[in-house]
């Protein structure tokens, strides 16, 4: 039986929105149906006011099912919703013949002039795999993107590639974009960062032009998302995301993100997303060792077409390790005075050429030590704590934290390590660096933890 009967209107949509609020976020009941009011309701039929159509749009694109599921909980039977526009003087606006046939009119005239999206994007020339030198660092990453370039959609979807700055993962994904449309130049593939992303929604809410900017996205055959942390504390671009990744997935289109940190890792991030993100593959990049460094200078220089000696090469190596940006800057820099004197560079030359990049690195070098105290800051242990032979659960853990960063984090030998950590050998440094490895793929708090302590370090913080 209907309550209809028992409540005049007000009361009904009081109770209709107290509903909502159980049904959704703060941040969309607030945003999209706060500013809304109850106009007519009779014989099953709710009429809402709103301020403009981008409301009707939104909320019978997103919330329609929610927000029929919160009147018929109070009313106790199915009820048709419409939408009316209040007027600036707190009317609802009633359309008449003349005012529907102009606004159909307005209608024709703004689809023909709405902004046309690219089918595809302009991807970096030079990001490609023929130009990314692979090392230990990297090869996992760079072995799923070749994979996913390909059989897009059909190895591992989404493909998230995460890592610090400047560490090839926008390489990375350009070059599998590159790769799929020589092999099919028809494929429409999309790229954005999560920021574009943002602010194209939030203009075609503005402008109307939803329905378009959802073509544009929902319907590439490949998805390229660069930088997806700038979507942590975006409720409703999150939102539009989650449905566009959905639609993708189900239509067998391939994905690929970007980020900093892990998707688990990513703050201010729903779940939904976090699950959706994992449920491919994640692969991560780490700073490279001087090997790759080396090689990287290398590939460089002879595609800049400029000759640097041996031990040019390797002092820069040496002294620039941050990230693989900074590395070719430096490269840059000094091909650039090569170039400009028409004669070959010293190492003397090239110290003082360098000497920014140096100083700045001296600022963030990374040692064992500087590990160690951070580790017993965050855990609330002594520094000595680190090389003592305790082994109590709440010092062993965070022990073994600082041997498996010190690993990742230096250049240091297993048996060096193992020598600052009270002269463990290097087999125990390796099973601590195993252990750590394994409980933070299934411990979310201490993935957190060490994700925390690790950007503190990176910072110099």
Known sequence: MSNEAFFDDTEIWKQTCEELKKLISPDAYSRWFMPLCLLEFESGRAVLGIKNSIYQYWIEENYIGTLEGAFETVIGSHVKI??????????AAIPDEKTKALKAKKTRSRKSTTRKYADSIDLIPRYMFDTFVVGTNNEFAHAA???VAKS?????NPLFIHGSVGLGKTHLMHAIGHHILKDNPSTKVVYVTSEQFTNEFVSAIQHGELANFRK?????????????????????SQEEFFHTFNALFDGNKQIILTSDCPPSDVTKLENRLVSRFEWGLT????PPDIETRLAILKSKAAKL???????????????????????EGALNRVAAWAALNDRKIKQEQVEEL??????????NVITVDGI??????NFDLRLSDMSSKRRPNNIAIPRMVAMYLSRKMTSKSLQDIGEAFGGRDHGTVLHAVKTIEARISSDANLRQQVHMVTQQIESGS
């Open 145 to 147: 993107s070749v994979a």
């Open 283 to 286: 692969a991560e990049l780490q």
């Open 372 to 377: 160690q105290r951070k580790v017993a800051e």
């Open 152 to 156: 897009p959609a059909r190895t591992y």
């Open 216 to 236: 544009r996205f929902r319907m590439a055959d490949v998805l390229l998302i660069d930088d997806v942390q700038f979507f942590a504390g975006k409720e409703r």
């Open 82 to 91: 419409e939408f009316r526009t209040i007027t600036s003087d707190g009317t």
């Open 305 to 327: 077409n400029i000759v640097l000696s041996d031990s040019v090469l390797l002092f820069i190596a040496e002294r620039v390790k941050a990230n693989i940006r900074r590395l």
């Open 354 to 363: 360098l000497k920014d990049f140096i100083q700045e690195e001296a600022r």
